[in-house]
């Protein structure tokens, strides 16, 4: 089964720089697109960037781009995203996720079928 399981999240201060991991497995990756969700205390799950395995294709909300960066290793299984220029904004629990490729990239959430566990990103002012 689909495994996904984040790590790298943690407290900086605002300007500040953080990369989140997430290690998968169970799923043929060459098929599927994974992405990076987040979801801040009282607000819903809003879609932060995803990444084509096969091709590396990547695509980014306009709240995030230009300061996060997606990425994989195709050797480790792992997608990463490279997060500066923190803001307090920024502040949430960030999901893993994974899907089979589709030819429009899918934002939203419930569309998505597995999901990692989440990791905790503080920012503070």
């Known amino acids: 089964q689909v495994q996904l399981v984040e790590s790298g999240g943690g407290l900086v201060q605002a300007g500040g720089s953080l990369r989140l991991s997430c290690a998968a497995s169970g799923f043929t990756f060459s098929s599927y697109v994974m992405g990076w969700f987040r979801q801040a205390p009282g607000k819903e799950r809003e879609f932060v960037a995803a990444i084509r395995w096969s091709s590396g294709s990547t695509y980014s909300a306009d709240s995030v781009k230009g300061r996060f960066t997606i990425s994989r290793d195709n050797a480790k299984n792992t997608m990463y995203l490279q997060m500066t220029s923190l803001k307090p904004e920024d502040t949430a629990v960030y999901y893993c996720?994974?899907?089979?490729?589709?030819?429009?990239?899918?934002?939203?959430?419930?569309?998505?079928?597995?999901w990692g566990q989440g990791t905790q990103v503080t920012v503070s002012s």
């Open positions: 996720a994974a899907r089979p490729a589709a030819i429009m990239v899918v934002t939203t959430p419930r569309l998505w079928n597995d």
